[in-house]
């Protein structure tokens, strides 16, 4: 999700000099044990879970498919559904009770969330989820559930145990809640020239996650954590009044029904077509015949395999188009968006679809085939949050804000959607890697058109981020990358849930261990733990073994810790006589972290020597002494001369020739 109006990253002041002398530094407070100690990985790999960083032998998994029945009063502002739940239980253990997320408990008076301090609240409030009944299946025998309500999860408490190794059990339940207003910030439904629109998310009950790293996982929705779902199948129906437009997960099964011949002939010709197709255009709006019926409701069916949500958007304000996504291997998808007027135009909303599918292509054939047939961008004021094809974005995006935000939350469907981690744990292996992906689409689309894209969240500070991020990491109360999202005060959020991990990520890539070696390895790692559950530890050990790189250095201080860095040229000095000169240009690491740099001589005659210090450089020596045969006057010594690294003091980065 990206969140706007947060705290503006501030540019770092301690910028290179063009011309200085240069001054001995203090002693540092780097001790080489520290970052280079062994034994990082505390559990050893095993049949779940191998060292390799990839699901083992007897990796399993559970499974929850859905079926639902909704409609959307749209006058009192209701939604109303049944829902049939199958759970299968593929673990090896028996279950004794079931739990279950219920989001709509978060917008109640009384939530948990508006105690923790953590600023996220709400302007109003809904009576969350109303239970008309909640019945179980088990073993062919049908009858209510003993269940008990905790925030926003409930428990069901099963009269016997639930089986192991693919037992199954189904869950019915009929329930009630009031969409929340504009206040909802995920789910919402706000007025327009033409009518409503309903942004629906976090809709329905939803099984909790079971795994084999802590059981079952219950932490409470308290707002900034996102979600942490089981895989399955949905085959949902939505009924709303017959001048609606619904926009969802999925593929819409009954296009006969709800869409005029002429809109199915024209949906046929974008199925076809790379330039943007108007299924419904802004002419129509007004126009009743743009409606297959003029009365009563419709119903919209959607099916969407292998998936762990589904969410949807609906009003009778959307203008609607749509193109063809071109895959690996001669797939296709369909790129859509629906958008009311106030948000037409060419230089707004006009190319949503374009955007959309552009991003789409690019992320397909860097990392991972987009598996879903359609994917939706749908105009509302959630304002930029994604779910499994369809993203909600801002009604008044456009231009350069419009693309990044559009590929920011497509992207989100490689993490968390493709590749399911647990964002409400890990927000990093969400938010950080989904903004380490868009820097590459940003500079792939159109030709760099809207490129460079250094920091997803703000169109106004494209600066350095090796200079933006030194703010944060000198900041002593800074979380680190490795927090909880709940536990990340506001001000840090995107700096360690977007930035910190993004920007790490385009060190390992650039700087550690270049593009072939990484993009080998991450493209494993996606392979492996698509539509699965994978953990930090999962992802740190599938890097080191695809890219051959003993990495837990960098792991324990870019992820674990905020340690600083801080590289110096401390002095040039020759030595030697007759043909064996030798230049000796001595080198200091002074901080905790340590990264491979690059080190620049140039000559006084305006030659150049290069020279890429490894990590190991410093695996015992807080001093190095790099001697180039030459016997040349050296004008100036520079590390990191293109400021690629995150080093908090480049004073000291460059030795001159007084």
Known sequence: MMKKNLLLITLCTALVSSAYAQTKPAAGSYQPSGIFSPNFYTQRGDEYRTAEGRPGPKYWQNHADYQINAAIDTVENTLTATENITYTNNSPNVLSSLWLQIDQQIYKKDARSKFTGAGYSFDDSTEGNQFKSVQIVLNGKKQPASYVITDTRMQIRLPEALGAGGAKINILIEYTYTVPGAFGNRTDFTATKNGKIFEIAQWYPRMCVYDDSRGWDTLPFLGSGEFYLEYGDFDYKITVPWDMIVAGSGELQNPKEVLTALQNKRMDAAKNSDKTVMIRTAAELKDPASRPVQKGNLTWHFIMKNTRDVAFGASKAYIWDAARINLPEGKKSLSMSVYPIESAGNDRWGRSTEYL??????????WYPYPYPVAVNEAGVAGGMEYPGILFDGINDKGKELFWVTAHEIGHNWFPMIVGSDERRYPWMDEGFNTFIDVYASDAFNKGEYAPKRDSEYAENQGNPADEIIPFITDPDAPVIMTAADAIAEKYRHAFAYFKPAFGMILLREQILGPER??????????????KHPTPSDFFHAMENGAGEDLSWYWKGWFYNNWKLDQSVLDVTYSGTGDKKFVQVKLANLEKMVMPVKLLVTFTDGTVYNQVLPVETWLINKTYVLKIASGKKVK????????????VNRKNNVWQLN
Do not use: N, R, V
């Open 518 to 531: 990484f993009d080998y390895a991450f493209k494993q790692y996606i392979a492996d733990w698509a539509y």
């Open 636 to 647: 100036t010594a520079e590390l990191d001369p293109e400021h690629k690294l995150p080093d």
């Open 357 to 366: 599918k552009a991003s789409i292509e690019h992320f397909s054939s860097k």
